[in-house]
């Protein structure tokens, strides 16, 4: 692009469209206001004005999970910044790449406490994988470009660019780079040859091992090479909650590990003799107590970020790179070899030692009565009935561990939740950035009407209510969205481990709640209620055929838990079946 005089208001928009972003979420407020008045002249991409700050940065994120690109909000500054923060740390913590433009005042301001004035860079440090104060209209551009390489590449993270509302103003020579390169930060994509024939070397040999997936297989659009690892291998795989989907369909796969994982999934991470794991963080939910995790095992860590390997899980097989690149050498390293005969009788007898774990203890639940709805039964029941032509989102809580376990999914990023910090409210806005993503993703590959993917939202009738203005940004921006309550009464997981924790006292968790279905008609949504199978079915059939954002309560049962569990602090091998 030719060089050209322009505010920095400006350049912030003649950069996004550089970045080919086609959708930012945001808030307008007084820091801001400037680059409101760019946004509204110009016709490169659309703005979602959402209801609140937090939910603009979800929906930014939701809209990366579901697309693979780089999610936008932006935000001003003070409160406007401060209520973000969430949104920031929840992408933060499960690697998603986001740039958050936070409006800031005036740089002869900065320290004064001023109006709305607050330390956006100080606050957002810990959880951010990189951020800027800019100082000088004359290296906007440059930190622009800056934000988007950092954002997307490596281990992806959400960039804070906090834009002082004089510099927006201020008129600057906009030359935009059409490459980075910082001294300070080259990821490592390749990864060492010796240890992948090291690793390669020792696949062959173990007569226990097991494939550990996680959500950085998601993330690198590794599905297709991971699955082929799986035919090529015949090891089994597990994966965590970051992951569901990856694995599923094949023949070995054993279901997610940790805390709520399934049987045979803990047991075989417990008893293998080869753990290798694929883009995971080894989190506390997912290991347990770590002196017992996976002891007898030689560990494999692959990960695009070195500082996480050993990090938590000392490791026998340390490679760093991108997974895509790794994996493609291991295969290459695997396929015209095979394991001794003795090792593939020993692995006859762990997949059958295996088998014996998952038909022993298969995820179930007691459907026994007609008239009390099973969450577990919604769940498989929107899988019936839409299958892989649903995004599945998720709140936080034990919703969210039944749509793990019971729907199922088949397709790419099809599954969506707070992971690492369990953010309730996420749900809701989220959905909204993965419906807009959907809908680009049919426009660019002009699928039939057949093929629609809804954007389903699984939550609770607690983290629901912590979002639900968004509502309202759903019918004035057009957004289709199905978000299903199941409706106990309670903050049902805090219900859970005060039941078996605390001698059953009930803390504060019992919850009044108001009418779901009218609350959701006040905004003009559709809202719909569900007391049984029937009326659920129904209720489903109704949000998939209407163009509106629907909202569907469904009374489930109060006391049903979730299982399995491993209480924390202990080994996954010591778990609460029944």
């Given at each position: 692009m030719?060089?050209q005089q322009?505010n920095?208001?400006r350049?912030?928009?003649?950069a996004?469209?550089?970045e080919?972003?086609?959708?930012?979420?945001?808030?307008p407020?007084?820091?801001v206001l400037?680059?409101?008045d760019?946004?509204?002249k110009?016709?490169y991409f659309r703005?979602?004005?959402t209801r609140?700050?937090?939910?603009?940065?979800?929906a930014?994120?939701?809209?990366a999970r579901?697309?693979?690109?780089?999610g936008?909000?932006?935000?001003?500054?003070?409160?406007?910044f401060?209520?973000?923060?969430?949104?920031?740390?929840?992408?933060?913590?499960?690697?998603?790449?986001l740039?958050v433009?936070?409006?800031?005042?005036?740089?002869?301001?900065?320290?004064?406490?001023s109006?709305?004035?607050?330390?956006?860079?100080?606050?957002?440090?810990p959880c951010?994988?990189?951020?800027?104060?800019?100082?000088s209209?004359d290296?906007l551009p440059?930190?622009?470009?800056?934000?988007?390489?950092?954002a997307?590449?490596?281990r992806?993270?959400p960039?804070?660019?906090?834009?002082?509302?004089?510099i927006?103003?201020?008129?600057g020579e906009?030359?935009?780079?059409?490459?980075?390169?910082?001294?300070s930060?080259?990821p490592?994509t390749k990864?060492?040859?010796?240890?992948?024939?090291?690793?390669?070397?020792?696949?062959?040999?173990?007569h226990?091992?097991?494939?550990?997936i996680?959500?950085?297989?998601?993330?690198a659009?590794?599905h297709d090479?991971?699955?082929?690892?799986?035919?090529?291998t015949?090891?089994?795989s597990?994966?965590?909650l970051?992951?569901?989907g990856?694995?599923?369909?094949?023949?070995n796969?054993l279901g997610m590990l940790g805390?709520?994982?399934?049987y045979?999934a803990n047991?075989?991470?417990s008893?293998?003799?080869l753990?290798?794991?694929?883009?995971?963080r080894?989190?506390?939910?997912?290991?347990?107590r770590?002196?017992?995790?996976?002891k007898?095992?030689?560990?494999?860590?692959?990960?695009?970020?070195?500082s996480s390997?050993?990090?938590i899980?000392n490791v026998?097989y340390?490679i760093?790179?991108d997974?895509?690149?790794v994996l493609?050498?291991?295969?290459?390293e695997?396929q015209?070899?095979?394991?001794?005969?003795?090792?593939v009788?020993?692995r006859?007898?762990?997949?059958?030692?295996?088998?014996?774990w998952?038909?022993s203890?298969?995820?179930s639940y007691?459907?026994?009565?007609?008239?009390?709805?099973?969450?577990?039964?919604?769940?498989?029941?929107?899988?019936?009935?839409?299958g892989?032509?649903?995004?599945?989102i998720?709140d936080v809580g034990?919703?969210q561990?039944w749509?793990?376990?019971?729907y199922?999914?088949?397709?790419?990023?099809?599954?969506?939740?707070?992971?690492g910090l369990?953010t309730m409210?996420?749900g809701m806005?989220a959905?909204?950035?993965?419906?807009?993503?959907?809908?680009?993703m049919q426009k660019?590959?002009?699928?039939?009407?057949?093929k629609?993917?809804y954007?389903i939202?699984?939550s609770?009738d607690?983290?629901?209510l912590?979002?639900?203005?968004?509502?309202?940004t759903?019918?004035?921006?057009?957004?289709?969205t199905?978000?299903?309550?199941?409706?106990?009464g309670y903050l049902?997981?805090?219900?859970?481990?005060?039941?078996?924790?605390?001698?059953k006292?009930?803390?504060?968790?019992?919850?009044?709640?108001?009418?779901f279905?009218?609350l959701?008609?006040?905004?003009g949504?559709l809202?719909?209620?569900?007391?049984?199978?029937?009326s659920?079915?129904?209720?489903?059939?109704e949000?998939?055929d209407?163009?509106?954002?629907?909202?569907?309560?469904v009374?489930?049962?109060?006391?049903?838990i979730v299982?399995?569990?491993?209480?924390?602090?202990n080994?996954?091998y010591?778990?609460i079946?029944?």
């Open positions: 030719a060089k322009m920095g208001s350049m912030l928009i003649e996004l469209h550089l080919g972003v086609s959708v930012i979420f945001g808030y407020g007084g820091a400037n680059v409101y760019e946004i509204y110009q016709d703005h979602i004005l609140h700050e937090q939910a603009a940065v979800h930014a994120d939701g809209y579901a697309s693979g690109k780089v936008v909000a932006i935000i001003t500054s003070g409160p406007g401060t209520n973000a923060v969430t949104g920031i740390a929840t992408a933060f913590t499960d690697s998603i790449p740039v433009i936070s409006g800031q005042v005036p740089l002869t301001q900065i320290g004064t406490d109006f709305q004035e607050i330390d956006a860079v100080g606050i957002s440090r951010t994988k990189h951020n800027y104060l800019v100082k209209i290296e440059r930190i622009l470009k800056e934000a988007f390489y950092i997307r590449s490596g992806p993270g960039v804070l660019i906090d834009l002082p509302k004089d927006s103003a201020q008129v906009f030359d935009y780079p059409n490459s980075i390169s910082l001294a930060y080259k490592t990864g060492n040859a010796k240890q992948i024939k090291k690793l390669a070397n020792a696949i062959l040999e173990s226990n091992p097991l494939f550990y996680g959500g950085g297989a998601v993330i659009n590794s090479l991971v699955k082929k690892l799986l035919e090529i015949q090891i089994p597990v994966e965590t970051m992951a569901r990856v694995a599923q369909g094949d023949s796969f805390m709520h994982g399934t045979a047991m075989a991470t008893e293998c003799d753990l290798i794991s694929l883009g995971a080894f989190d506390d939910r997912v290991t347990g770590v002196s017992e995790f996976a007898f095992a030689k560990i494999a860590h692959i990960d695009i970020d070195p390997i050993g990090k899980i026998n340390p760093v790179g997974l895509n690149l493609q050498e291991l295969i290459k695997l015209d070899r095979a394991p001794t005969q003795e090792v009788e020993a006859r007898a762990w997949l059958t030692k295996l088998k014996k998952s038909n203890h298969p995820l007691k459907d026994c009565d007609t008239d009390l709805l099973k969450p577990q039964w919604i769940i498989e029941e929107t899988g019936k009935i839409l892989e032509n649903a995004v599945i998720t034990q919703h561990m749509a793990a376990q019971f199922p999914f088949s397709t790419k990023r099809q599954f969506i939740t707070s992971g369990g409210g996420f806005p959905t909204m950035g993965v419906s807009i993503a959907l809908q680009e660019e590959n002009k699928e039939s009407e057949s629609q993917k954007a939202n699984f609770g607690g983290g629901i912590m979002n639900i203005q968004e509502l309202m759903c019918i004035e921006s057009n957004i289709k199905i978000n299903i309550i199941l409706n106990n049902g997981m805090v219900k859970q481990w005060q039941e078996f924790f605390y001698e006292r009930l803390s504060h968790v019992k919850l009044t709640q108001p009418n279905k009218l959701a008609e006040s905004f949504a809202g719909l209620e569900a007391s049984d199978k029937e659920f079915r129904k209720a489903l059939k949000a998939i209407s163009p509106k954002v629907s909202l569907i309560n009374y489930v049962d109060k006391d049903e299982l399995p569990m491993v209480p924390g602090g080994p996954l010591k778990m079946l029944e």
